[in-house]
């Protein structure tokens, strides 16, 4: 997740996606406010069943929001896209390891695939700034830090890996509404896993995460842990199908969704 | 569902299943009060594939609480329960069509089967009440009434079929209560999909349910309406896998869980 804003982005989903199917290839914050961003895992159909079990079995890191029929390349969160092209950069990985990071899949793309569709945290930080919680990571213009826990997932056939957390620094008076705010918003993460406490997750170092930027503690705040949307990207890593794309970091889908339809009464 | 409470019900989960077990072959309305009961729908692996992204798109009808390892006979919401003998009752489907109604399908099980276990509105009719909403089925002894709709679920793969629902009188002044108090707990098929018109769902008669019993409005009432655990079944109808097992209406799964953990912020 980047920070800035830029100049040239899109205010429309479809346009968005138009712009990263002609090639833009930059981080989609601040793409189409207001609307849902999706992580993407793709896989082979012999272990799609697995990564759909590991998100039933895992809804807070894994939250899925669409999940396609092999081969096709439409989903139903966003009106005529096409998932080879239209985000800004992917990942390629051949048995759990990266081999490329093309700004488009089209030539990889085979009748055998399944994409997943994953909720994200883009969601949830307009919502926490909505409801008058500062957001670090913004204020500090970085990537929000996220870190392996020593907590399993609960694993499902091949694929089993770490919780990955993200971390954003609350004022303690603010930690209550911060639940609050993100607990009506199951799809994308939910309520946090963990406050405060970091060893008690295993992380040895806050200053040291295993994903994105540090991000600084004002004094009064608590570290509030999330479940991740790198989890299943972790999953991947250890457990090695032959074949996967996600999107890179930050290059996330842009749906038609409003982030409200995720919001719960 | 039933609804006369067994003066021989047992208080507790496990000592419910065991009765069970041993052959009691009752309804499980009012046994192990408070803790939530489940839908069985159990598939060969060939066809669970299409059973769990049926789920995940239609989440409404098909709220998946846990989903076993192929072979598995137990399940993360109850210790020590075996799903092959657990249940008061089973159904046994063969190309779509009911062959048996045994009380344990122990000779049926092999290590080819996947189970799914699925929310149930018994849990929410415990929090209707809770909140002093009148549930008619109940104060009637009867079975709640169930209908075909004319809208069709999202397919998945080949399992297609129409949603199911099931209809509750509810006192006009009191629909936003029940609205709100089942929208906060999803996994048991959350807020209604429709109040009042039964003809805009496709419903001719609301005296001739498809399912279960005729269950008469008082003065006010209006007829309202939720997505039911009965639409995969309805689906398997449609859809006819060589080969599945289901739980005999009414005759459900006791887990450990109770009703509480389902209940959202």
């Known amino acids: 997740m980047t920070t800035i804003v830029p100049a040239a982005a899109a205010a429309d989903p479809a346009t968005a996606r138009g ?8 981080p989609s914050s601040g793409w189409a406010p207001g609307h849902t ?3 993407l895992v793709v896989l082979p159909r012999d272990w799609a069943w697995d990564m759909l079990l590991f998100g039933q ?4 890191p894994v939250p899925l929001l669409d999940v396609t029929d092999p081969g096709a390349v439409g989903t139903v969160l966003a009106a005529g896209a096409d998932l080879r ?29 399944v994409a997943f569709l994953i909720g994200c945290s883009f969601s949830f930080e307009t919502a926490l700034l909505d409801a008058g919680v500062p957001v670090r990571n913004i204020e500090q213009g970085r ?37 609050q705010v993100t607990a009506r918003m199951p799809q994308v993460h939910g309520a946090p896993v963990h406050v405060g406490s970091p060893a008690d997750l295993g992380i040895a170092d806050l200053d040291r995460p295993d994903f994105g930027d540090p991000v600084e503690l004002a004094p009064g705040d608590v570290p509030v842990f999330w479940a991740c949307g790198v989890t299943p990207q972790a999953a991947l890593m250890a457990s090695r199908p032959p074949f996967a794309i996600t999107h890179a970091p930050g290059h996330m889908f842009v749906t038609d969704v409003p982030d409200a339809a995720y919001r719960q009464l």
Chains 1, 2 share one sequence.
């Open 37 to 39: 961003q999706a992580n």
């Open 143 to 179: 990537n929000v830090s996220m870190y392996r826990t020593d907590r399993a997932c609960r694993p499902a056939g091949r694929l089993s890996g770490p919780l990955v957390v993200s971390m954003r620094p609350v004022p303690a008076a603010l930690v209550a509404t911060a639940v």
């Open 19 to 26: 712009r990263f199917r002609a090639g833009v290839a930059v």
């Open 57 to 60: 079995r895992n809804p807070q």
């Open 85 to 113: 092209t239209d985000l800004p950069r992917y990942r390629v990985w051949r048995d759990g390891e990266l081999v490329d990071e093309p700004t488009d899949v089209a030539a990889l793309w085979t009748d055998d695939l």
